[in-house]
Every structure is written in C-alpha cells, then in structure tokens.
C-alpha cells in the first residue's frame, strides 16, 4: 500500500495542481492546445494542505488513490481531487491516459479505479469482473468554421450530419442544408469533415448517436471509438480537432462542449428526437440524462444519445466510472467509494463551473444504493451510503 | 592524472596487454554486441507483436488500404504510401537545398559570413520537432491555403495528368505541407554533412584545378563532387533516415486519413503519425497487433532502403575507387 512518502512524478500544491489541471479552461482561441501531451504525464495532485481527521472512512490508512481513463473529465476529477486532498489529505493521481487505456488498466488491477466515456457491455463488464456507473454527463458538440455564420445559428438534424460526415454532402450551400436553414445565407464553400485521428469515447458518442440517427452511416461506418472515417481529415485530441476546424475554412467537426465553449466555437443547433432544435447547454444534457431510464440498465449500460425530451440535447453522453467486483484491497476500494461519493455531493458545483453537468441526484441514490448491493466482500458491504 | 602517467609508460612499453585494456575491449565489444542483439531484439518482438495481424491478413497486409477498427479490417497500404511519398517529396526538395547551401559556405560564401550561416543550420538540427509541426500547422498551413495553395490549384489543377496532384480545397493541411515540413528538418542533417565533407577536399586538388583555368562550377563538377560521393551520399541517407521515421511534426499537419488521394493537397497518414495517433486507444487484439505490425513494416523498410543505400556506396566505391568509405 503506497504510504505518503511515493515519490511523486510531479508533486504539486493544490493551487497550481488545479491551474495544470486546466490550461484548456483559460485558453483562449489562438492559443496552442496542441502542445499539451496530457498523455506523457500521469498527474499527481500533491500538496501541502493540513490533515483535517474529521472525515474518518478516507483516513483508514489509505493516502492516495491512482486513476486511469479518459481525458474528457480530467478537468473535473483534478479540480475534486484538489479540493478533497484540502479536506481529507488524501491524494488522487489521474491518468489522463483515454477511455482505452483506463479499461486496460483497471482489467489488469494497476490503477484502483477507471474512467472511460464509452460504457462497457454488461457482457464485456462481467467477463472483467468489473462493475461501473455513471460519474458525469458531458455533451459532444458539432462545430463548423463556415464565414457568416455565429454559434447556434446552422440548423442540422441526425440525418444531413450523417450526410455530411459520409461525404455525401458536400457543399454549405447544398440544397439539404438550406431546407433546413431557410434565411441563412450559406457560402458556395466546400465542406471539410473533421474527424479524432485517435480512438476517443467522443468518437464512440459521436458515432453512436449517427448511427442511431442514420441507416446509411450504420451500414457504412458503425459505431467506435475508432471507425473508418468516409471523408475528411483527422486531429489528435480534442485540441488537434479544435485547430483544424479553426484552421480551415468550411470545416466542421466535432468536440466536447466544454471545449467547444472555452474556445469559442461555432456550435450548431440540433433537431433532437422529439424534432426540436436545440443548443448545447448544461440544461440541453441535464434533460437528456434525467430522461434515461437508469434503474433498469443492466450494469448501467446506457447510452445518452438521441434520448426523448424536448430539451434533450441528442448527443449527451456519460463518463463512467470502472471498479472491480472484487477487489484485491478492500480498504482501497472503500477509500475509492468514499472520495466519489464525496464528490457526488459536494462536487456539483465545481463540475459546473467547468461547464460540466453533475448526474442527477436520483441517479446518484441509485448508484450509492447499488454500490451497498454488489460491493460486499465477507466482512460485509464495502460502502454504506450515509443517507439512503 | 595519477592514473594517466602508469597507462602512458605501459602503452609505450607496447608488448603485454594491460587489465585496462582488456576491460576497455571487453566493454567495447559488448557495447557493440548490444547494438546488435537489440535490433534483434526489437525485430523479434515486432515480429511476435504482429503475428495475430500477419496471420490473419496474410501478405495482403500491406497490398490492403483498408483500416477499419469496426470491423476489424486493417491493410498497410495508405500509411506505407504516405511514409514513401513524403519521404520522396522531402527529399527532392531537401537534397538540391541543402547542395546549395554547402557549396555556398564552403566554396562562395566571404569568410566573414561563412560562420554565422553556418552556425545557423546547425542551429535548425537543434530545434525539436514538435516546434517544426506547430510552426507548420499555425504559421504555414494557414498561409499556404490562403495565399499558395489557391494559385497553385488554379494553374497547374488543369494540367492533363500532373493537374490530379494539385487538386483539392484549399486546407492548408495534406500531404505537400507535410512534405515540405519535412524537407526543412532534413536540410540542416543533409546540408552540415555536405559541408563537412566538400570542406575536407584537399585544397591541393582544388587549387590545381583552378591553376588548369576551371571556373568555380567546373571545381565543383569535376574535383569535389567526385571526392566527397560517399559522404555526401551518407549526409542524404541521414537525412531520409530522419524523413522517414518523423513523427510528431508529420502528425501535426498531414491531416491524419486513412485515405489514398491523388492529390498532394488532399490529407493522407504515414506508418508513425498512425502508430503515435492510436496506438494509446487502441482496443482489441486485432487492432494492436495491426499496428505492431505497421511498426514492422517501418522497421523492413528502413532496413531496405539502408541496405540499398549501403549496396549503393559499395559500387560507388568500387566504380570510382576515390570513395572514401
């Protein structure tokens, strides 16, 4: 059990742990995201706080929690994990390393808890002897690059996406997109697709949702975190997709809304199921994931896209979280369960202000009471919620 | 200094073989050995890494331009073409570059500016490659497409075959732009070797030369070229070793597709701007191996192509008999 004296890759106070947490939040457009290889380093938010012995289940011995997974919530978990080393001394070190390697690291028990974007099949879940739940509800954001027009204002529906990102449609002023756009005044321009070169749960969600929305794309492209892209040109991350969509004129892509806001995109309006146009906002995927119907998903499996409500924004998705079934380290796990339920309700508003949206509260009575059914080893249930 | 005084008399003593020499040998030796049994090493492991993918495909591997991870469909081609082509291109315009700037600094530049021009190339070897990528995809990308790429499109687009290479909107990213990128990181390896070896023809031969009445281009022709073949041919296989293998500054702007397009303009992949983009999110045995395997046919190729290079440089050698080896 790793004490408090692990020597840390990069120990850092909470304050400038939290602002290397999230140089996307203050990058503006111009600046160069590109140049953060999140992925190179595994972050350690140290710091130098007191010990406050008030919060007594997270004192057990354990000091420190390490994470693997997706880089989507990063932002989310640096600055929770920040704020509850302050309070309690424990330390969370995340990863930023993907969704993909977040499950191959939890499949091999390195890290003592996972993240991915993309939930696993109830089959998939069982087989790795794993259990997960939805932790925060994020949205992916198509964005275009296309002169005259301001954010909100390109009206799309699931089908001309689909066109558009099968290179079936090709030119703004196509005559699918001005049926929609009546008014607008759409460019003689081509349009260029921009797609994640690397796998990414924002791919999964993106594609999912097409897939839902058009036959065509589901019998030519399907769904993943990596698909054979018909058309366009591929960014690494978030970032590289951002850069090019801002670099080349006519482009339209696809992002986290958080990114998309920070770095004042053009986003467009959407025709969700219940066929009203919505913009991206923490409303639009608060609807889409009040929505869901948690309870009677099978390991929690449930995909946020193309939910009913009119607020709904169609492509909603969840991080996940990923714990063994049975873990090696009791203790670890409880630390685990202790430091997300903490976030769980005291973590909203920090979500936030980071222009992510907290799962809703029902939902969260859900999981915690989950967490006491399926978490028990012989000494009994490893979490008790404190207010069920 | 204590140490040095006893090693001196007993190499001078000559005739026994001192400990300090045998350890010396013995550790030169297994340094050498170690080179070798790494690149058999990494070969291996490539070699059992892409197994899976080997056995599935077969040799269609690399005749395939597929790479679908949904299916689970994986072919080589498209990024073995985008590593050849943007090597080809970043050489042809790198070699004749970095020619000019040899004979410049060695053979017409004023002494007093043969320095700084010097120091300066040697100085672009020393900046990382990310930066080259980030200037490409910030400063030249977007100059390329507003002010370049349109004309280029417009005048040579039309063009009866050699128009196809120019088409396609105006990006900024692609193929060309990697290129060029990539020319501009190999002339200063290309060109501070080209340098060091005209610098090194005897001025003996040169200045007999000059005495027969040659003009400057004529030393060139026919004194220095001939003399410094082998060097100046190592300068370009260090520089095609670099093109081919580069990775993040290719990855930034070549527009990372899976396609193969006729256009230069259009974006394309090569074998480690793939391995780099997916190799972290890659999920499923399949996926894996296929690109252990892409890194496998990066590793035969640039085994090939030095080994070509090397075949090259012997008859060379033997041909001219000047070669210096």
Known sequence: ?388 | MTQSAPRTRRGVSGGSVSLADLLFRGSARIAAWLVLALVLGIGLRLALGSAPALARFGPGFLASAEWNAVSERFGALVPLVGTLVTSTLAMLIAVPASFGIAIFVTELAPPLVRRPVAMAIELLAAIPSIIYGIWGLFAFAPFFADHLQPWLTEHLGELPLAGRLFQGPPMGIGVFTASLILSIMVIPFVSSVMRDVFEVVPHELKESAYAMGATTWEVLRHVVFPYTRVGVMGGILLGLGRALGETMAVTFVIGNAHRLSASLFMPGNTISSALANEFTEAVGEMYTSSLVALGLVLFGLTFVVLAMARLLLYRIGRQSGTGRA
């Open chain 1, 1 to 388: 059990m790793p004490g408090s004296q692990d020597p840390p890759l990069k120990a850092l106070s909470p304050e400038t742990g939290l602002h290397h947490g999230l140089p996307r939040q203050r990058a503006g457009a111009g600046e160069i995201h590109v140049m953060r290889l999140r992925f190179l380093v595994p972050i350690l938010l140290a710091g130098t706080s007191l010990m406050l012995p008030t919060v007594p289940a997270a004192a057990e011995g354990v000091t420190s929690i390490s994470v693997a997974g997706a880089t989507f919530p990063y932002p989310v978990y640096a600055r929770w994990a920040a704020a509850y080393h302050k309070r309690t001394g424990v330390k969370l070190n995340y990863q930023s390393i993907g969704s993909g390697g977040g499950i191959k690291q939890i499949r091999a028990r390195t890290v003592d808890f996972g993240a991915s974007d993309a939930p696993l099949e109830p089959a998939a879940l069982r087989e790795a002897g794993l259990v997960q739940f939805p932790m925060i509800v994020g949205g992916v954001v198509p964005v275009v690059n296309v002169p005259g027009i301001a954010p909100g204002e390109l009206h799309l529906d699931g089908a001309t996406l689909a066109a558009i990102f099968l290179g079936r449609v090709t030119r703004w002023n196509d005559a699918g997109i001005a049926s929609l756009n009546p008014g607008l005044a759409l460019p003689d321009k081509a349009i260029t697709i921009v797609h994640r070169a690397d796998g990414s749960g924002t791919s999964w969600i993106f594609t999912d949702y097409l897939s839902k929305v058009s036959p065509a794309w589901k019998e030519a492209v399907g769904r993943g975190k990596a698909v054979a892209w018909p058309a366009g040109v591929g960014g690494k991350g978030n970032e590289g997709v951002a850069s090019y969509v801002m670099r080349i004129k006519g482009a339209i892509g696809y992002v986290e809304y958080a990114y998309a806001l920070q770095s004042h995109m053009v986003h467009v309006s959407l025709k969700n199921r219940a066929g009203r146009a919505v913009v991206p906002s923490q409303e639009s995927f608060q609807a889409a994931a009040a929505g869901a119907d948690w309870a009677h998903a099978d390991g929690f499996y449930l995909v946020l896209t193309n939910q009913p409500g009119e607020l709904s924004w169609p492509i909603t998705g969840a991080s996940f979280i990923l714990l063994p079934r049975k873990p090696d380290h009791p203790k670890r796990t409880t630390a685990v369960l202790t430091f997300l339920d903490w976030a769980y309700r005291n973590g909203r508003e920090m979500a936030a202000s980071l222009d992510y949206v907290p799962i809703p509260q029902s939902v969260y009575t859900l999981v915690e009471s989950r967490w006491h059914e399926t978490l028990v080893t012989d000494s009994g249930p490893l979490f008790s919620p404190a207010n069920p």
